[in-house]
């Protein structure tokens, strides 16, 4: 297909003289057809192509032949090979569902957005409620750079799975930093470290949005998880510890009178402790429950 209009006759001429096969050949066609299908399943490409390749010689009719090598032509990255044979399928079966996705597959991994969206488009008119082929859309509009439509269509996609895979997050945190969307980025990376409790650089920077959105409760539980991180890393940080406690102040803020003594307690802590003690009295006095919750909240950071 690649070589034009003469080379696509050339080909369709030896289909024609091929395609007049005796029994025999057709039936060593489906050995062939049967090795090569053995073979991709035991992830043996090479020897896939090879047996299928040689199906397709012996018989050009045979569909299972040909759409298992355009997988095989996947597996092994040459999408555009892979085109050609899914095309040819199509001709005579052109609302042929598992074919227009594989084709839309091929088109996507080959960086021809474009196309892929035409085809998933085609599936949609088909199959209008395709959930993968509503994701799909979702991913080629990101790579046109059409976020909002791809935020728009990953959202609806969301909202009604159930189960939403985990890559999907990555693609929603990337949507939101185009979008320079706050509220979209906290979602992803709560999802992403949720998953991997070790990466730093996002618990770091989830813990600085909540704090900018005055998400206190959220701000302290990933504090606390950095905090665990960098102790297991050998990486303890005091100033973290002191934004926990911090933030737990700032999350009872003008809910409780006693915060206010709480508060310059702490404080004069650091350079005096009769004066803390003083001021710590007198929070007690008319909140002996927020003292007892600091000092298990200080125990707990201590372990």
């Not at 369709?12 to 096969?21: D, F, G, I, P, R």
């Not at 050949?25 to 020897?47: H, I, P, R």
């Not at 050009?60 to 090598?69: H, I, Q, Y």
């Not at 930093?177 to 070790?198: S, T």
């Amino acid at each position: 297909m690649r070589n034009g209009p003469n080379g696509w006759q050339s080909i369709l001429l030896l289909l024609a003289v091929v395609s007049c096969q005796t029994a025999p050949e057709l039936s060593l066609a489906e050995d062939y057809l049967t090795l090569g299908t053995a073979y991709y399943d035991l992830k043996n490409w090479s020897q896939a192509e090879r047996f299928l390749l040689r199906a397709v010689q012996l018989d050009p009719a045979n569909k299972a032949a040909r759409f298992n090598l355009a997988l095989t032509l996947l597996q092994q990255s040459r999408p555009e090979e892979a085109i050609g044979h899914l095309k040819d399928l199509l001709s005579d079966d052109s609302e042929n569902t598992v074919l227009l996705k594989t084709l839309g597959y091929a088109y996507f991994w080959s960086k021809n957005f474009t196309e892929a969206r035409s085809v998933y488009r085609k599936v949609l008119d088909i199959l209008v409620q395709d959930r993968d082929t509503q994701f799909n859309l979702g991913l080629i509009a990101y790579e046109l750079g059409e976020y909002s439509e791809a935020r728009q269509i990953l959202d609806t996609w969301l909202s009604e799975e159930t189960s939403p895979p985990d890559s999907i997050w990555p693609v929603l945190e990337a949507i939101s930093r185009k979008l320079k969307d706050d509220a979209g980025l906290v979602r992803a990376l709560a999802k992403i470290v949720e998953k991997n409790k070790g990466d730093l650089v996002r618990l770091a920077e989830l813990e600085s949005l909540y704090a900018k959105a005055g998400r206190w409760e959220e701000r302290i539980a990933v504090l606390t998880q950095l905090d665990s991180q960098l102790t297991l890393q050998g990486k303890a940080d005091p100033q973290h510890r002191w934004n926990i406690g911090e933030t737990f102040l700032l999350q009872l803020r003008q809910q409780d009178p006693a915060l206010e003594w709480f508060g310059k307690a702490i404080q004069a802590g650091f350079k005096d402790t009769s004066r803390a003690e003083n001021l710590l009295a007198r929070t007690e006095v008319l909140n002996p429950e927020l003292i007892r919750s600091f000092f298990i909240e200080k125990k707990l950071l201590a372990r």
